[in-house]
């Protein structure tokens, strides 16, 4: 599976700390996962990622560390170790569910979506709109779901961090691999927003997460779970290029097999001051944090930022 194994850097901490930390996992690990659930199905592929995530729990030091920063901020006591193997067993098996999303085999998975009203009215008017979206829960039932229910839904962001397990879903399902991708590419690049304005024109979805300082190291720091940390300025820049709607989307996960995908409105149409760039997008940062906070509390094993969000 892929998960953290670096520490990131003093210079990168609270900024684009997540970017340090490469992917673990080896090709022949995640090819034997693929085997275990196109083989044997979901059960025994569950439990072997327990295995899998007990390793992770006894040997990943940095995890350990960022799990329990988080989990005690957001249930404002001291956490157990159980807690902490919890949180990192719930990664575990939401990735492993990311395979069967994108193979299309979602017969194991009880689906609920709420506000899919505002998608059916998008697509009746024609629009296209920007999701943003979160490392909580699932992104991949999310697009499975969309999929199913014929919304066009594609993918910005950075993908080389975990670039083998994106191959191994792409290997999955062809369909759903680099034609809904879109990849940022190196900092100052802008053909990105030339490919999601393309998108949104043609009617279809762009969904990009809002938690994760990118490379530009573009953010502002607002208050989340009781501490300063930093968040991307990046969507709302790119929305108020594109001039569309945006919708927050979140898809929270429950044991043993229950999705709840969420989507609400987040702005009609962002307009920025160009003299004031940073005061007129702030607004909309806090106002996504203050959202994010309330999944992140709703469902606190499923946040899967596994370094440290806030950059002490």
């Given at each position: 599976?892929?998960?953290?194994?670096?520490?990131?850097?003093?210079?990168?901490?609270?900024?684009?700390?997540?970017?340090?930390?490469?992917?673990?996992?080896?090709?022949?690990?995640?090819?034997?996962?693929?085997?275990?659930?196109?083989?044997?199905?979901?059960?025994?592929?569950?439990?072997?990622?327990?295995?899998?995530?007990?390793?992770?729990?006894?040997?990943?030091?940095?995890?350990?560390?960022?799990?329990?920063?988080?989990?005690?901020?957001?249930?404002?006591?001291?956490?157990?170790?159980?807690?902490?193997?919890?949180?990192?067993?719930?990664?575990?098996?939401?990735?492993?569910?990311?395979?069967?999303?994108?193979?299309?085999?979602?017969?194991?998975?009880?689906?609920?979506?709420?506000?899919?009203?505002?998608?059916?009215?998008?697509?009746?008017?024609?629009?296209?709109?920007?999701?943003?979206?979160?490392?909580?829960?699932?992104?991949?039932?999310?697009?499975?779901?969309?999929?199913?229910?014929?919304?066009?839904?594609?993918?910005?962001?950075?993908?080389?961090?975990?670039?083998?397990?994106?191959?191994?879903?792409?290997?999955?399902?062809?369909a759903q691999?680099?034609?809904?991708?879109?990849?940022?590419?190196?900092?100052?690049?802008?053909?990105?927003?030339?490919?999601?304005?393309?998108?949104?024109?043609?009617?279809?979805?762009?969904?990009?997460?809002?938690?994760?300082?990118?490379?530009?190291?573009?953010?502002?720091?607002?208050?989340?779970?009781?501490?300063?940390?930093?968040?991307?300025?990046?969507?709302?820049?790119?929305?108020?290029?594109?001039?569309?709607?945006?919708?927050?989307?979140?898809?929270?996960?429950?044991e043993p097999?229950?999705?709840?995908?969420?989507?609400?409105?987040f702005a009609?149409?962002?307009?920025?001051?160009?003299?004031?760039?940073?005061?007129?997008?702030?607004?909309?940062?806090?106002?996504?944090?203050?959202?994010?906070?309330?999944?992140?509390?709703?469902?606190?094993?499923?946040?899967?930022?596994?370094?440290?969000?806030?950059?002490?």
């Amino acid at each position: 599976m892929s998960a953290t194994n670096a520490k990131p850097s003093k210079k990168d901490e609270g900024k684009a700390a997540w970017l340090s930390v490469g992917e673990r996992g080896g090709v022949l690990g995640i090819r034997f996962v693929v085997f275990l659930c196109t083989a044997f199905g979901r059960p025994l592929a569950r439990a072997f990622i327990a295995f899998l995530a007990a390793w992770y729990f006894l040997f990943d030091g940095h995890a350990r560390r960022s799990s329990r920063a988080f989990l005690e901020r957001v249930h404002d006591r001291l956490v157990t170790r159980w807690m902490v193997y919890r949180h990192i067993l719930t990664f575990a098996r939401v990735t492993l569910d990311r395979l069967f999303f994108a193979a299309g085999k979602t017969s194991p998975f009880r689906v609920e979506f709420h506000g899919e009203e505002f998608l059916e009215a998008l697509r009746t008017e024609h629009r296209g709109a920007l999701l943003i979206l979160a490392h909580v829960g699932s992104f991949e039932a999310a697009r499975a779901l969309a999929s199913e229910r014929q919304f066009a839904i594609h993918i910005l962001g950075n993908f080389h961090n975990a670039r083998l397990l994106n191959e191994a879903l792409a290997r999955m399902n062809p369909a759903q691999s680099d034609t809904h991708l879109i990849d940022i590419g190196a900092p100052g690049s802008i053909e990105f927003v030339f490919k999601a304005e393309q998108r949104i024109a043609e009617g279809e979805l762009v969904a990009t997460m809002g938690d994760r300082v990118g490379p530009d190291g573009k953010h502002l720091s607002v208050d989340f779970l009781g501490a300063r940390a930093p968040f991307p300025t990046g969507p709302y820049l790119l929305a108020a290029a594109l001039g569309c709607p945006v919708y927050l989307a979140f898809g929270l996960y429950s044991e043993p097999n229950r999705y709840d995908l969420y989507c609400e409105p987040f702005a009609e149409k962002i307009s920025l001051d160009r003299r004031d760039r940073e005061g007129s997008v702030r607004p909309y940062v806090e106002k996504y944090s203050e959202r994010l906070e309330h999944y992140a509390r709703q469902a606190p094993f499923d946040w899967f930022n596994f370094y440290d969000f806030w950059g002490k």
